[in-house]
C-alpha cells in the first residue's frame, strides 16, 4: 500500500490537487520525463500520470491530478494518510537530457508539472532554462513559485490576459524569440491541441521539440497497444517507446481521434458516479 503523506490544493475550480506518496522502490529509480500508473483500489481503473516531483531520500513521489473524470475524481478527493492499492513505475523511457544550450520548457495548463523535473534537470546539466507556463486564467497558473526557482527566466501566459503575456503558450514562445534569443531546444507539454500548436509553430523555424504524450492507456509495458501513437508514419508505444517524442514528427490529429473513444462511457461513469472498473462480465 502507498500512503499519502502531502496533500496541498493548487486550484480550487476545476480541483486541482498535489499528492505526495510514499514510493521508495519508484523513487529510488525514476527519472525525469518517466510516468507512473496508480490505482486507487481494487476495483478502480490504472491512470496513468507523469512524475512532477521526487525524493529518493524520503522515498516519495510527487503526482498532480485535476479533477476531469469519475476515476480522477477519486484520487483528486484522497487526502493525508489515505493508500493507493496500486503505484506502478518507473514507466516509459527518460528525457534526454544534456547541455543543449539554451532550452524553453513549456508548460500548459496540468503540463506545468511533468515540465518541472526535465527543466530541473535540464537546468542542472548546464542549460539555460527558460519556461513558458500558461493557464485559461490567472487562477489556474499552478507551481509559479517552482518554475522560477529553477529557471532563469518564467514568462506566464493566460487566455484571458488576467496574468502575463494574453494568449496562448506559444504567444509566451514568440515574446521570447522576439527578444532575439537562440533557442536551441524546447519541451512542451499540456493538452494535445496545445503540443500540436507549439510543434507547428516550431517546425518551420528548426527548433528541436520534445512533447510528453498522455494517450489511454491500459497496461503500460508494451502488450495490450492502446496507447499507440503514430511519429514518423511509425506505430509506436507510448508507454515503452515514449512518453516523449519529436513533436514535429507526431500525427496529433490522430492522437486527439484516440482520446476521444470514450467520451461517452466517461460522461456516463460522471453522472451514475459509477463505473464497471474490477466488474465481473
Known sequence: MYRIVKRRQLAAEPSIVLLEVKAPNVAKKVQPGQFIIVRKDEKAERIPLTVMDFDREKGTITIVIQNVGYSSGLINEMGEGDFFQ?????????????NYGTVVCIGGGLGVAPVYPIARALKEAGNKVIAVIGSKTADLLILEEEMR????????T????????KGFVTNGLAY???QGIKVDACWAIGPVIMMKSVANFTRPLGI???????PIMVDGTG???ACRVSVGNQTKFVCVD???FDGHLVDFDLAMKRLAFYKDEEERAKISKTCDCGKEK
Do not use: H, Q, R, Y
Open 86 to 98: 496500486d503505484f506502478v513505475g518507473p514507466l516509459g523511457v527518460p528525457s534526454e537530457i544534456e
Open 149 to 156: 526557482a529553477i529557471s532563469d527566466e518564467v514568462v506566464i
Open 158 to 165: 493566460t487566455d484571458d490576459g488576467s496574468m502575463g503575456v
Open 176 to 178: 521570447i524569440l522576439d
Open 208 to 214: 528541436k521539440t520534445i512533447v510528453s504524450m498522455n
Open 223 to 225: 502488450m495490450c497497444g
Open 242 to 244: 515514449g512518453p516523449e
